[in-house]
């Protein structure tokens, strides 16, 4: 196994980077952990999907340079990305809900896989024209992979699939990606673009700033912020639950590889925790009514419209030995760390240091 690996600042110091989604959870974590470390970042999404939401308390429009806009539109995308002019990109624009999938399944495709190809056909437009970036990373899921309800984790030659369109539309983005690297990007691609492309793939990412629907630690948050029973719909379900610096600490050593050592790290990598580290959706309810302080009772909604996988987990060994990467914090100090976080925002503490705190911490490995 390659020696642990740690994402390194003087690397991204001055670096460019194009994140599309950077309203979003994940995106927010993302452009603020890489402005902190010095980088030019420039973000590409719809307005912040919840209110409250990370992106406005962390006033990250003051640190990075934002353009609004929807991913489905090439031509403010192109606007924005030109502009931009940047050496890395991360696309992680999507819809991200499966109960959404369901409702609109047509808008959740022409998002998250139509999507897809309007920012790698932006990128291949602009590198003809002379502004190629150094690499780009896709950002999927988990649920990119046809599940059969194993034990074992996925790994990355699995089959792909999707019996929800969310699911099916993730798995379409991960084939996308592949056909523009091969087709456009790589090294015997026609135009010798020279642009590596990897997808990464990750679970269930918890933390503070979360404020989705019809997710669980959110959904949770709110009810235990109001002294309410905890409303669960499939107890039995088992996830791999992370903190989302784990996923985001494995983007930025993709993003680093793929400049560094170009077109041997384009490939498909998963970033999940450690085989021991799943949780029932039970398990885990209870385990965060007792770091709150209230271990009340929960409760199982009987209606269940759509089905859900019991089962699912990655196998992350590849990128352990690969890239040196490996899960740092447990699945009880993720949700230590993601309560503490809450918590604090209701004692009011400021958000950018709670975040700079606890990338600080994750880092030092503490």
Request: net charge neutral; with cysteine.
């Amino acid at each position: 196994m390659r020696n642990l690996q740690r994402v390194d600042p003087d690397f991204w110091e001055g670096k460019k980077v194009f994140i599309t989604g950077h309203t979003g959870f994940k995106g927010s974590w993302l452009s603020f952990w890489l402005q902190s470390m010095g980088a030019e970042v420039t973000g590409y999404a719809l307005r912040p999907p919840t209110n409250p939401n990370l992106y406005d308390l962390m006033r990250m429009g003051d640190l990075v340079t934002s353009h609004i806009g929807d991913i489905r539109d090439s031509a403010s995308l192109s606007m924005a990305y030109r502009k931009a002019a940047p050496d890395i990109v991360f696309h992680l624009a999507a819809q991200p809900l499966v109960r959404d999938s369901y409702d609109n399944p047509a808008q959740t495709y022409e998002i998250n896989a139509m999507g897809t190809v309007h920012l790698l056909e932006t990128v291949r437009q602009a590198a003809l024209g002379g502004i190629p970036p150094k690499a780009v990373v896709v950002v999927t899921t988990d649920k990119c992979y046809e599940n059969q309800e194993w034990s074992r984790g996925y790994r990355e030659t699995d089959r792909l699939g999707g019996t929800d369109p969310y699911s099916s539309s993730k798995a379409c983005a991960e084939l996308i990606a592949a056909c523009y690297e091969k087709a456009f990007f790589g090294p015997h691609s026609p135009k010798l673009l020279q642009i590596p492309v990897a997808s990464v793939r990750a679970g269930n990412a918890i933390g503070g700033g979360d404020w989705a629907k019809d997710r669980l630690i959110p959904d949770s948050i709110r009810q235990l912020s109001r002294g309410e029973s905890i409303k669960i719909r499939y107890p039995q379900a088992i996830r791999p639950w992370q903190h989302v610096l784990e996923p985001l600490y494995g983007y930025l050593l993709v993003a680093q590889r793929l400049v560094e050592d170009g077109f041997s790290y384009a490939q498909a990598w998963n970033f999940g925790p450690d085989l021991g580290q799943t949780a029932t959706v039970e398990q885990l309810v209870g385990k965060l009514c007792n770091l709150w302080g209230n271990p009340s009772a929960y409760t199982v909604e009987q209606t269940q419209q759509h089905v859900e996988s019991r089962y699912l987990q990655l196998d992350s060994s590849k990128a352990m030995q690969l890239l040196g990467w490996k899960p740092r914090w447990e699945l009880d100090k993720a949700l230590a760390e993601t309560v503490h976080w809450y918590q604090s925002l209701q004692l009011q503490k400021d958000v950018r240091e709670l975040c700079r705190h606890q990338i600080h911490h994750y880092m030092e490995g503490e």
